[in-house]
Nanobody, 123 residues
Framework: QARLVESGGGSVQAGGSVTLSCEAD??????MAWFRQAPGEEREGVAA???????VYADSVKGRFNISQDNNKKVLYLQMNSLKPEDTAVYYC???????????????????WGQGTQVTVSS
């Protein structure tokens, strides 16, 4: 069982930046990821990172978002730059035992979820 706690959400104007953090009580066994869910939409994968440093991103955020992790502090980060109104969503930290997550970025490979943090981007 992994306990995941997100922080760092809030409101920002388009073009701005926000950094999300996720504290995890278990890290080394998992592939870590960020997902987001906008109202009325499916939860979608944003980015994922493996312990060897490999990262993957959804096409919609490539070049704007950066996922990283501090293995010593057991914290996962999502640096979000050049934010757009369409980035508005609840952002969830996720942990997975399955390397398939790195290929698909889909929620069916996620074992554990955080509670989510709201990010609102205004135009």
């Amino acid at each position: 069982q992994a306990r995941l706690v997100e922080s760092g959400g809030g409101s920002v104007q388009a073009g701005g930046s926000v950094t999300l953090s996720c504290e995890a009580d278990a890290f080394s066994s998992y592939y870590m990821a960020w997902f987001r869910q906008a109202p009325g939409e499916e939860r979608e994968g944003v980015a994922a990172i493996a312990n060897d440093g490999k990262v993957v991103y959804a096409d919609s955020v490539k070049g704007r978002f950066n996922i990283s992790q501090d293995n010593n502090k057991k914290v996962l980060y999502l640096q979000m730059n050049s934010l757009k109104p369409e980035d508005t969503a609840v952002y969830y930290c996720a942990a997975s035992l399955y390397p398939k997550l790195m290929e698909t970025l889909t929620r069916n490979w996620v074992n554990f979820w955080g509670q989510g943090t709201q990010v609102t981007v205004s135009s």
